[in-house]
Structure formats: structure tokens, C-alpha cells
């Protein structure tokens, strides 16, 4: 644009306006721009030869001439004035437009072949080089307003809208080009670039020298991306200390404890006074899921001698249904440490190492014991642990939700028949194993994580099926819907719309008990 100090700005001229009078907008709802009705023409000026409703309509070549500087460097302000008060057919504008459009569009593609890290599955047109303008970023960006025009019929045929990203000024749009290959595979792209950037932050928080445990529980309440969560489950469970120097003598300390446990204690699996425990054990690990991995008998020994060690060590409450569930998570993400299958699910495990395998044993179990030392008044005698949350979760969402807690009062399905299960097994068997891990990454993140925040997590589960709960007219129906969710395709982002619904109600009513006691 010229810089001249005397030459007025188009979008400032001194045109007298009277203050409060109503200004036209020039859109949908009025007829083109007219200089003669809106007094834009100066005194003295001569106004067109034609009158502007019998002008001839311009074709699209004549509108093209007068167009083809719009986007070059130097434009100056009277021509853009003058092209304001140009009258064009409606048709031609719209024409024009896309046909920038997916000029601009074929331009981008053709960026991407030459930085060679698209490969398009059409050849774009070939387009004359323009004398090009040097843009922000020191690129230089080809004109649109020179490439070949196509028939209106092909202009007509390919009116499709285009995405945002392909309107952006060409400064813009040019720095994208090696990013965006296809709208519809947009999101992948921006979703893979966000996790490889939060994946960086993680390893560059877990390689300092004292982990920052605080800064830690902020960036894996959004999920933790696979490579790191075995590290960091094992720092956010309290296994590991936060010092680097001292991680390896730990794991090597309490590894060899706990086969110390295996070999003073296992043995003793068959003698009377324990016989009642490890049959109930062993009845239980078939039952578990997912079958493909707890069926393998190297998988079942394991978690045979794990739950066994567990029991044995705490007495007062011994093993209790429930527990045997609660090893899986650990289990599957230490497995990712050495295996490089992507479902660990399907994984042959005795295909891997013994020395790996007892890792995997003994850092499932350490991490199992942190979790249930939270928790443990959930099974002990009567479990009174899950009894009050029962009762709590009652009393939530007949807060939260009185039409859902009025329905389940009317056909008189009581939430100990439901909810039980949810706080014994911490919801392990109402949800995949994938959505259990991501649900377990923001558990350890928060305080009390396993016990306080589980609570909003249930409610809120339960309230999320409000639609099909009220639906439910009988007894039998209503408590065999709630005891079998339908959860089985559900992926990360449920999971994540759960919790953040849960935190919501926690903000709510975790400092203010009494808002949920009648």
C-alpha cells in the first residue's frame, strides 16, 4: 500500500456523518455499492456514463483485470477505492471467490510436495509463476490472483466450502502447509503433535535430577502418555523416591524383598490355615479380565503368588474379593516396560525374559500395597469402608440429581445392590481395562485419589445414564441395566468427560459436606 502522508486512506475518508443516523450495511440485504446514492463521489467529480442498474455485467475476465493486484505488494489505495465502487453481478463475486479459494487450496498442495512430507493422491494444475510477494516469514508466496481461470461450469461443479485453514492470509496459510495434509485428517494431526508435546514434558520433568512430584500429579491428571506411565505410576503410587540417584538401589532393594516374601510365605499356600485363602484365590484369578492374558498359566501364577503374599502380610483383613482385580492395571502397564505390543491384552507373556517377568511381579505388587494401604477399611471385617461410601454416593446424587435418586427410591433398587461393586473393584469391572488405566492415571494424580475422589467418579457415572435409567420401568430391568453398563466401546475421551464431570461435583461438595447430607 502506498505510504503517501497526503493520500487519504480509503477506510478513512471524510465523508460528514450526522451523529445517531443510520449507517447501510452492504451484505445480503442490500442491493451492490451505488456512488451516485451514497454520495461518495466528491463535487465536481464525473459520475458514470451508465447508470449503475443498466450497466453491462462485467465477465469474469474484466472482473479478473481489475482485480489481479488485490493481493500483490504496492497496491495503493485509490485503485482499492475505485474497485469498492465497481458494481458486480452477484454470481461473478461468488464465482471469483471460490475460484481464490481453491486456487489458494492448490497452491498449499503444491507446497507440500515440494517439502516432499505430503504425497497427494491428485497432481494439482499447473499454475504460471506470478511475479511473487515476499511475506512475513521471509517465504515467497505466488500470487492467486494470476493463475488460470477455469470454465464456469467446472467453477460451478466444485463450490464445495473450504476449512478456515485455507482462507488464512498466505504469511499464514504457507507456515501450515507442512502440517495440514487434508481436513479430514486434521484432528489426527493436531491430537498426535499435542501428545508428542506433553510426552516432552513429561521426560523432561521426570530427567531432572529431584522429580517434581507436585508438577508431576498436574500433568498426568489429563492422562499419561504410554512410554512414561510405568515410571510414573511407580513415582505417583510412592514406590519410587522422587531422587533419580536413588531409584535403581529402591528397585533393586525392594524386588528382592519381596522374593524374600515369596520364599519364606508361599510355601505355606497348602498348610491348613491358609488352604481357605489361596483356594479362594485360585477360584477367583479365572473369572478376572481380560481372559486372553489372566488365562495364560504364567500370567495366573503370578498373580496367584501376589495375592497370596498380599494376604498373608495383612492380616486384618486378609484377601477379599475384589483385590484380585486391582492387580491388573499394574500388571499390564509394567508388562508395556519390556513388551512392545501395542495391546498388551493379547500379549504371550512367558515369551518374555524371567528376570523381566519377576520385575513385573514385584513392581505389581509393591505398587498394589500402596494403593490398598489407602483403602484398606474397605476390606476389612463388614467392610465398613465401602459401606459409607455407599451411603455417601446415596446421599450425593440424591443432591446432584433428584429425578434419578427418586426413580431408583420408586422401584426400590437400593444402591448397595449396584454400588458395591463400584467401590470394591474400584470400577475395574464396569469399564474396559484401557479406560481403567486412563481413569487409574488421574486416581494417582489426585489426593486420596482411590478413595475420596472415586466417590464423584461414581456419582457422576451413574448420573451419565440418567437417560436410560429413567427409561427403565421395573425392578429386575433397572438393576440389570446398572449391574451391566454398556461401556464395552468406550475409549479415553469418555473416560475424560467422566472425570471431568467428577471434578466439578468435587469442587461443588468436597469442602462443603454438608450440601449433600439431608
Not at 496459510?173 to 493436531?190: H, R, S
Not at 528382592?256 to 505355606?268: H, I, L
Amino acid at each position: 500500500m502506498a505510504s503517501d502522508a497526503g493520500r487519504k486512506q480509503f477506510w478513512k475518508r471524510n465523508v460528514s456523518r450526522v451523529p445517531g443516523s443510520i449507517q447501510h450495511v452492504y451484505g445480503a440485504q442490500h442491493p451492490p455499492f451505488d456512488p451516485l446514492l451514497h454520495g461518495t463521489l466528491k463535487p465536481g467529480s464525473k459520475p458514470p456514463t451508465t447508470p449503475v442498474k443498466l450497466k453491462k455485467v462485467s465477465t469474469f475476465q474484466e472482473f479478473e483485470s481489475n482485480t489481479s493486484d488485490a493481493w500483490d505488494a504496492g497496491d495503493d489505495d485509490d485503485e482499492l477505492l475505485a474497485m469498492a465502487a465497481e458494481s458486480l453481478n452477484t454470481d461473478v463475486v461468488m464465482e471469483t471467490a471460490h475460484r481464490v479459494i481453491r486456487n489458494h487450496s492448490k497452491l498449499q498442495e503444491r507446497h507440500k510436495l515440494q517439502e516432499g512430507q505430503v504425497v497427494e493422491k491428485e497432481s494439482p494444475p499447473q499454475i504460471p509463476d506470478p511475479p511473487p510477494a515476499v511475506c512475513g516469514d521471509s517465504r515467497l508466496v505466488k500470487s492467486v490472483s494470476d493463475s488460470n481461470t477455469a470454465s464456469s461450469a467446472d467453477s460451478s461443479s466444485e463450490n464445495a466450502s473450504m476449512p478456515r485453514s485455507q482462507s488464512l492470509p498466505q504469511s499464514s496459510a504457507v507456515a501450515l502447509v507442512g502440517k495440514v495434509a487434508d481436513p479430514n485428517t486434521l484432528g489426527g494431526l493436531v491430537l498426535s503433535e499435542r501428545e508428542a508435546s506433553r510426552l516432552d514434558k513429561f521426560r523432561q520433568l521426570l530427567a531432572g535430577p529431584n522429580t517434581n512430584l507436585e508438577e508431576l500429579r498436574k500433568l498426568s491428571w489429563s492422562g499419561i502418555p504410554k512410554p512414561v506411565r510405568p515410571i510414573t505410576w511407580k513415582l505417583l503410587s510412592g514406590y519410587l523416591p522422587a531422587n533419580v540417584d536413588r531409584r535403581e538401589g529402591t528397585l533393586q532393594r525392594k524386588r528382592k524383598e519381596y522374593f524374600a516374601f515369596v520364599e519364606q510365605y508361599y510355601n505355606s499356600r497348602n498348610e491348613e490355615a491358609h488352604q481357605a485363602t489361596y483356594r479362594q484365590i485360585h477360584m477367583d484369578i479365572p473369572r478376572m479380565s481380560p481372559e486372553a492374558l489372566i488365562h495364560q498359566p504364567k500370567v495366573t501364577e503370578i498373580f496367584e503368588r501376589i495375592l497370596f503374599i498380599w494376604a498373608i502380610r495383612h492380616p486384618a483383613s486378609g484377601y477379599v474379593q475384589g483385590i484380585n482385580d486391582l492387580v491388573t492395571p499394574f500388571f499390564v502397564v509394567f508388562t508395556c516396560e519390556y513388551a512392545e505390543e501395542e495391546e498388551v491384552e493379547n500379549f504371550d507373556v512367558s515369551s518374555l525374559p524371567a528376570e523381566a517377568l519377576q520385575n513385573i511381579e514385584a513392581d505389581s505388587f509393591w505398587c498394589m500395597s500402596k494403593l490398598l494401604d489407602g483403602i484398606q477399611d474397605n476390606y476389612t471385617f463388614a467392610q465398613p469402608g465401602i459401606q459409607k461410601k455407599v451411603k455417601m454416593l446415596e446421599e450425593l446424587v440424591s443432591r446432584i440429581d433428584e429425578q434419578v435418586h427418586r426413580h431408583l427410591e420408586q422401584h426400590e433398587v437400593k444402591y448397595l445392590q449396584f454400588a458395591f461393586r463400584w467401590m470394591n473393584n474400584l470400577l475395574t469391572r464396569e469399564v474396559p481395562l484401557r479406560c481403567t488405566i486412563r481413569l487409574w492415571d488421574t486416581y494417582q494424580s489426585e489426593p486420596e485419589g482411590f478413595s475420596h475422589f472415586h466417590l464423584y467418579v461414581c456419582a457422576a457415572f451413574l448420573v451419565r445414564w440418567k437417560k436410560e435409567i429413567l427409561e427403565e420401568k421395573d425392578f429386575q430391568e433397572l438393576l440389570m441395566f446398572l449391574q451391566n453398563l454398556p461401556t464395552m466401546h468406550w475409549e479415553n475421551e469418555d473416560i475424560s468427560v467422566l472425570l471431568a464431570e467428577a471434578y466439578r461435583l468435587k469442587f461443588a461438595f468436597a469442602d462443603a459436606p454438608n450440601h449433600y447430607k439431608r
